[in-house]
């Protein structure tokens, strides 16, 4: 922890599995850069990755093991926050069940790098990655995607009547400008060749401000000095939505008629494309487009 007197880092970002259909959520993540730990030991040159271990359980076939390029330990790329060796949560000692006392944190990456129960970390010029999830047949060298998932929406309605719809966005690498929604029928046909349903009625919802309260068991709900993230003169988030981290969306729906209806979600990213592109392979992270049942009443 003397590492931590002066080089200690705060961001909050986004916890989420590569295979999960929902994100675990966000948090305030505080540690100090794993390249402030690697220079102490020294090295001279020849090395191409740094491997890192935590403690799953006993038995080896469960490894939890993950690596990175030694040039994303040593440099961030613009915008982002740094690879680190984290021991709070929102200002918290972190638990053994958040993976503590110690785990790493890559920032835009998808949880399995996040190695829980930190063990050991190994310099080595081996180009090979070492990844558990990789030989799970995972894409581990993936950013986070920009996906929309729903928090509530109603079981059923009255057809004409207004309902509310809320939910929320992961923002990715590619950052978010909308979010959308399209209800449908179940018994109107789906055009045909559109599997991501481009061509369809989609409308946009609204994205919600940046919370006054944050959550997360902080004081007062109020976040901590984070000058990467927040301005520190007004509290407020220098951009929002802001990459790797939620955002909250919000709309009503009206139903023109009784039946059986289809309700989907998804994101319209900074670059223009919607999702699941441009990367809707699922194992490089789930980013389905979501469907819902809503059954409208007379």
């Known amino acids: 922890m003397k590492l931590a007197e002066t080089r200690a880092v705060r961001f909050m970002s986004v916890m989420?599995?590569?295979?999960?259909?929902?994100?675990?959520?966000?948090?305030?993540?505080?540690?100090?850069?794993?390249?402030?730990?690697v220079w102490l030991a020294r090295p001279t040159g020849n090395v191409r990755r740094i491997f890192f271990y935590g403690y799953h359980n006993d038995d080896p076939k469960q490894r939890f093991q993950s690596s990175l390029p030694i040039?994303?330990?040593?440099?961030?790329?613009?915008?982002?926050?740094?690879?680190?060796?984290?021991?709070?949560?929102?200002?918290?000692?972190?638990?053994?069940?958040?993976g503590g006392p110690v785990r790493v944190i890559v920032p835009e990456e998808y949880?399995?790098?996040?190695?829980?129960?930190?063990?050991?970390?190994?310099?080595?010029?081996?180009?090979?990655?070492?990844?558990?999830?990789?030989?799970?047949?995972?894409?581990?060298?993936?950013?986070?995607?920009?996906?929309?998932?729903?928090?509530?929406?109603?079981?059923?309605?009255?057809?004409?009547?207004?309902?509310a719809i809320t939910g929320v966005a992961q923002v990715g690498m590619s950052g978010l400008s909308?979010?959308?929604?399209?209800?449908?029928?179940?018994?109107?046909?789906?055009?045909?060749?559109?599997?991501?349903?481009?061509?369809?009625?989609?409308?946009?919802?609204?994205i919600l401000p940046a919370p006054k309260h944050w959550g997360g068991g902080l004081d007062d709900g109020?976040?901590?000095?984070?000058?990467?993230?927040?301005?520190?003169?007004?509290?407020k988030p220098h951009?929002?939505?802001?990459?790797?981290?939620?955002?909250?969306?919000?709309?009503?729906?009206?139903?023109?008629?009784?039946?059986?209806?289809?309700?989907?979600?998804r994101t319209i990213d900074a670059n223009g494309v919607a999702q699941p592109m441009p990367r809707p392979f699922p194992k490089s992270g789930h980013n389905a487009i979501q469907k819902v049942q809503i059954v409208v009443e007379g």
């Open 239 to 265: 951009e929002w939505p802001m990459r790797n981290a939620f955002a909250h969306w919000a709309t009503l729906i009206t139903a023109p008629r009784p039946g059986n209806y289809d309700l989907r979600c």
């Open 111 to 163: 949880g399995n790098r996040s190695v829980k129960w930190l063990q050991r970390i190994m310099l080595t010029n081996s180009f090979k990655a070492n990844d558990t999830y990789a030989e799970w047949n995972n894409d581990t060298v993936s950013h986070l995607k920009t996906c929309a998932r729903f928090i509530h929406t109603p079981e059923k309605m009255k057809a004409g009547e207004p309902a």
């Open 178 to 206: 909308k979010v959308q929604y399209w209800l449908t029928p179940q018994d109107q046909p789906l055009a045909e060749n559109d599997p991501y349903f481009s061509k369809a009625q989609w409308k946009d919802a609204e």
């Open 71 to 98: 040039g994303r330990v040593l440099e961030d790329p613009p915008g982002e926050h740094p690879v680190i060796l984290c021991y709070k949560l929102n200002n918290e000692w972190l638990t053994p069940k958040r």
């Open 16 to 37: 989420s599995c590569t295979n999960g259909k929902e994100p675990f959520g966000m948090g305030l993540w505080e540690g100090v850069p794993m390249r402030d730990v």
């Open 222 to 235: 109020k976040l901590p000095p984070i000058p990467s993230q927040i301005d520190p003169a007004t509290g």
